[in-house]
T-cell receptor, first 113, second 108 residues
Framework: KAGVTQTPRYLIKTRGQQVTLSCSPI?????VSWYQQTPGQGLQFLFE???????NKGNFPGRFSGRQFSNSRSEMNVSTLELGDSALYLC????????????FGPGTRLTVL | GQQVMQIPQYQHVQEGEDFTTYCNSS?????IQWYKQRPGGHPVFLIQ?????EVKKQKRLTFQFGEAKKNSSLHITATQTTDVGTYFC????????FGRGTSLIVHP
């Protein structure tokens, strides 16, 4: 089975721009979660989608949003980028039977200048 | 909100020495997961503990879940250079809270 894939792997944006990141989960996995990883804050949960519905949301501003498609692929959008949004954005998928066993993708490294 | 603390932040060991990282939650956890992230890589799931007092082993790795389900530990026996990485614990029923991780550095 192919693992979780994320595109793009690297991205450079400037303040004020917006960005869309994509995640394809492991085949058969219906839960997709997004995380932000920074040296200062560690791994922080953004949100989780299951069957196209946002099921859980972390403590991030409304500039961070996401969606999930019928094929379980997910996108995450960040609008009005700030310097502090520079981070590694990780997507993780899990099966409905064990949502806590998460399989992470390689991440998208976002740099905001 | 829920906090998950991990200690130590860093640990240097000589190859062959043992290593332990500790995870403490401010609230009772229904379960806890452990992940390993190699330098430049992404977190990889290691194990999940669910029961109070549970102990699980994976080769040289031993995972424990406290009786009160508020703490956990990961112990590696006789470390190898392949054990290098950051070990994270994570808990929380709906919104996973990750510890800050313990970075293990193994000196050959």
């Amino acid at each position: 089975k192919a693992g979780v894939t994320q595109t793009p792997r690297y991205l450079i944006k400037t303040r004020g721009q917006q960005v869309t990141l994509s995640c394809s989960p492991i085949s058969g996995h219906r839960s997709v979660s997004w995380y932000q990883q920074t040296p200062g804050q560690g791994l922080q949960f953004l949100f989780e989608y299951f069957s196209e519905t946002q099921r859980n949301k972390g403590n991030f501003p409304g500039r961070f949003s996401g969606r999930q498609f019928s094929n379980s692929r997910s996108e995450m959008n960040v609008s009005t980028l700030e310097l502090g949004d520079s981070a590694l954005y990780l997507c993780a998928s899990s099966s409905a039977g064990n949502v806590n066993e998460q399989f992470f993708g390689p991440g998208t490294r976002l740099t905001v200048l | 909100g829920q906090q998950v603390m991990q200690i130590p932040q860093y640990q240097h060991v000589q190859e062959g020495e043992d290593f332990t990282t500790y995870c403490n939650s401010s609230t009772t956890l229904s379960n806890i997961q452990w992940y390993k992230q190699r330098p430049g890589g992404h977190p990889v799931f290691l194990i999940q503990l669910v029961k109070s007092g549970e102990v699980k082993k994976q080769k040289r790795l031993t995972f424990q879940f406290g009786e009160a389900k508020k703490n956990s530990s990961l112990h590696i026996t006789a470390t190898q250079t392949t054990d290098v990485g950051t070990y994270f614990c994570a808990g929380g029923s709906y919104i996973p809270t990750f510890g800050r991780g313990t970075s293990l550095i193994v000196h050959p």
